[in-house]
Nanobody
Framework: QVQLVESGGGLVQPGGSLRLSCAASGSIFSCSVMGWFRQAPGKERELVAR???????DYTNSVKGRFTISRDNAKNTVDLQMNSLEPEDTAVYYC???????????????WGQGTQVTVSS
């Protein structure tokens, strides 16, 4: 069982910054892809950014150049630095990780509880 604890959401003015953090704990041997999704009211959940254990990153087009994803493999944490925030970034942000319990186990997908990010003046 993997537990995810998210932090860092809140209310920020347009142009401001926030940093989201997600810590995975429990029976973890290693995690492969770690990432962040978001869901705005009335919209489907979408991928924001993801990062592999090797550090390869992928971003949705609307956040490229503004958001930066990073991870600490030793601590099983993944962060999302969000700069130049826009009202369109308002959403519930979810941490998503794929982890395994031991070296021969399959990776399982895990979701955080979500943290609200509101960009408004």
């Amino acid at each position: 069982q993997v537990q995810l604890v998210e932090s860092g959401g809140g209310l920020v003015q347009p142009g401001g910054s926030l940093r989201l953090s997600c810590a995975a704990s429990g029976s973890i041997f290693s995690c492969s892809v770690m990432g962040w999704f978001r869901q705005a009211p009335g919209k489907e959940r979408e991928l924001v950014a993801r990062i592999t254990s090797a550090g390869t990153t992928d971003y949705t087009n609307s956040v490229k150049g503004r958001f930066t994803i990073s991870r600490d493999n030793a601590k099983n944490t993944v962060d999302l630095q969000m700069n130049s925030l826009e009202p369109e970034d308002t959403a519930v942000y979810y941490c998503n990780v794929r982890c395994r319990r031991h070296i021969s186990a399959f990776y399982t997908e895990n979701w955080g509880q979500g943290t609200q990010v509101t960009v408004s003046s």
